[in-house]
T-cell receptor, first 117, second 110 residues
Framework: GAVVSQHPSRVICKSGTSVKIECRSL??????MFWYRQFPKQSLMLMAT?????????EQGVEKDKFLINHASLTLSTLTVTSAHPEDSSFYIC?????????????FGQGTRLTVV | QKEVEQDPGPLSVPEGAIVSLNCTYSNSAFQYFMWYRQYSRKGPELLMY????GNKEDGRFTAQVDKSSKYISLFIRDSQPSDSATYLCAMSGSNYKLTFGKGTLLTVNP
């Protein structure tokens, strides 16, 4: 099946610093990628939809200036958590669809566990 | 009412049992239905994918979608300890934005 690679898998940063997470589709092109956040024992909550070559679409309640999304190519989207604080500590997961195939499922990356200290 | 309702469990069964997991939803625009398996601290892994109503079988797994009742199910036959994980239902409309259930934690005891 299609492979989505997410990096890093784990990161610890100091409060006030920024962290960049990468999401790559390895064997297909994805015009759209999705970013989710998951708190312990909770479900995945969609944060934003990343569109190649245009601005991301953010879900209600998600600060676009804090969670910067860049989708510069058909195989790469990045999420930057700016001025991170301990409450941003969470599991961040990206997903992507093969835009060349209709009615297909989304594949997920391995996730990034962010801890802000 | 939440868009997708899923009993979080936990659910504990003996090895070899048939497991039944289900979700209900309220948004009639949903047309893509998925089941994901998630191990602790890992990304979700797609198990089953169904477009619109009907049944789909893959090995020990069977997914059912009843759009008239807004109800989807996942059945696991001959459950194994390696099936122990959190199972998430997810669904979307034509925009492919997934809405997830809370997940059901399953433990299969040897």
């Amino acid at each position: 099946g299609a492979v989505v690679s997410q990096h890093p898998s784990r990161v610890i940063c100091k409060s006030g610093t920024s962290v960049k997470i990468e999401c790559r589709s390895l064997d297909f092109q994805a015009t759209t990628m999705f970013w989710y956040r998951q708190f312990p024992k909770q479900s995945l909550m969609l944060m934003a939809t990343s569109n190649e070559g245009s601005k991301a679409t953010y879900e209600q309640g998600v600060e676009k200036d804090k969670f910067l999304i860049n989708h510069a190519s058909l195989t790469l989207s990045t999420l930057t958590v700016t001025s991170a604080h301990p409450e941003d500590s969470s599991f961040y997961i990206c997903s992507a669809r093969d835009h060349g195939r209709a009615n297909t499922e989304a594949f997920f990356g391995q996730g990034t566990r962010l801890t802000v200290v | 009412q939440k868009e997708v309702e899923q009993d979080p469990g936990p659910l504990s069964v003996p090895e070899g049992a048939i497991v039944s997991l289900n979700c209900t939803y309220s948004n009639s625009a949903f047309q893509y239905f998925m089941w994901y398996r998630q191990y602790s601290r890992k990304g979700p892994e797609l198990l089953m994918y169904t477009y619109s109503s009907g049944n789909k079988e893959d090995g020990r797994f069977t997914a059912q979608v009843d759009k008239s009742s807004k109800y989807i199910s996942l059945f696991i036959r001959d459950s194994q300890p390696s099936d122990s994980a959190t199972y998430l239902c997810a669904m979307s409309g034509s925009n492919y934005k997934l809405t997830f259930g809370k997940g059901t934690l399953l433990t299969v005891n040897p």
